[in-house]
């Protein structure tokens, strides 16, 4: 079944990301709402405000993903960097543990991919969340998206990095560049936040087959670990998680030095176990209006997250 999902399914279902007809169709469904409810903490910051409170209380970490990506109008990345700085307000409300609180941002929505200028709109959104949510006592990680991306998302973090060296980046483990990424932010001391991959890429850049990224995955987290920087283990594959803890005994980190992420929605017991075992645990909740896209990759994910739509499809 994991073979035919893999060579398949998970192709045909990423694609579908990228379609206007079939997201206007999907968004009319009463199912797809149903299971949108399972990923997506809600439309409004107020349902994101309310996800942070319930994650504090149960011991884990946040990171909130205002979602959005691939704007192509200035107004539109403008009101991303509007969205995040009244959500920032709303989070410095919180008396969290210091760096429990964490904002993730997606350069093609503030406008990396706007015809004219769109780097430096995107790199200067980027300063201004950062500036704000460093005022704030909150973390920012820059969000992975297609492989296209990642030389100019890199050289924005890299440059912010200089004036918040604490800003996180993700590096997709499924790309064959991504050791050689590994080695140069983990020598830097970065937050990175490592993750098989979610998009749809060609085999010359990236790995096609479950097994060659998984084998990447552990490379890559070696290389973390072992490094300078702080490892955020963002999967939910009970391999890579034991995998993570063997690392870091192997490589004696304290517990405070690397972090587990999930998924809003995707094993929350495991979450909470974790946890519970003392280990650092950062929950990734999504919210807004935007969540198509970001729908479609979890179905891609994994055979269990489609079987959950296929479900909820018939019971309906």
């Not at 870091?248 to 495991?270: K, N, T, V």
Request: aromatic share 6%.
């Amino acid at each position: 079944m994991s073979a035919l999902f893999d060579s398949v399914l998970r192709p045909v279902i990423t694609r579908a990301a990228g379609s206007q007809r079939i997201k206007q169709t999907s968004q009319r469904l009463p199912v797809t709402e149903r299971v949108v409810d399972r990923f997506v903490a809600g439309e409004s910051e107020s349902d994101a405000l309310a996800a942070i409170a319930d994650a504090l209380d149960s011991g884990l970490s946040v990171t909130i993903d205002h979602l959005g990506e691939d704007t192509t109008v200035e107004t539109q990345a403008s009101a991303t960097v509007a969205a995040y700085l009244s959500l920032l307000q709303g989070m410095s409300q919180f008396e969290a543990p210091p760096g429990a609180l964490e904002v993730s941002l997606k350069l093609t929505a503030l406008g990396q991919c706007l015809p004219r200028h769109g780097r430096k709109i995107a790199e200067e959104n980027a300063h201004t969340i950062c500036g704000a949510a460093a005022a704030a006592g909150v973390l920012v990680t820059v969000d992975a998206e297609d492989h296209g991306t990642v030389d100019e998302r890199l050289d924005i973090v890299r440059t912010l990095r200089g004036e918040y060296p604490e800003l996180g980046t993700v590096l997709q483990a499924y790309l064959r560049r991504t050791e050689d990424d590994c080695r140069e932010f983990a020598a830097s001391g970065a937050r990175i936040r490592l993750c098989k991959g979610a998009y749809s890429e060609p085999a010359s850049v990236a790995y096609p087959e479950r097994s060659l990224i998984d084998e990447a995955y552990l490379r890559c987290l070696r290389i973390l670990m072992k490094g300078n920087g702080h490892p955020m283990v963002a999967s939910h594959d009970p391999t890579m998680i034991e995998a993570a803890g063997l690392m870091a005994i192997e490589f004696g980190r304290e517990p405070h030095s690397w972090e587990h992420q999930m998924l809003y929605g995707i094993r929350a017991d495991e979450q909470q176990r974790l946890a519970t075992a003392g280990h650092a645990v950062r929950v990734y909740i999504p919210y807004g209006q935007e969540w198509y896209g970001y729908f479609v990759r979890r179905l891609a994910e994994k055979p269990a997250n489609l079987g959950f739509f296929l479900r909820a499809l018939v019971s309906g």
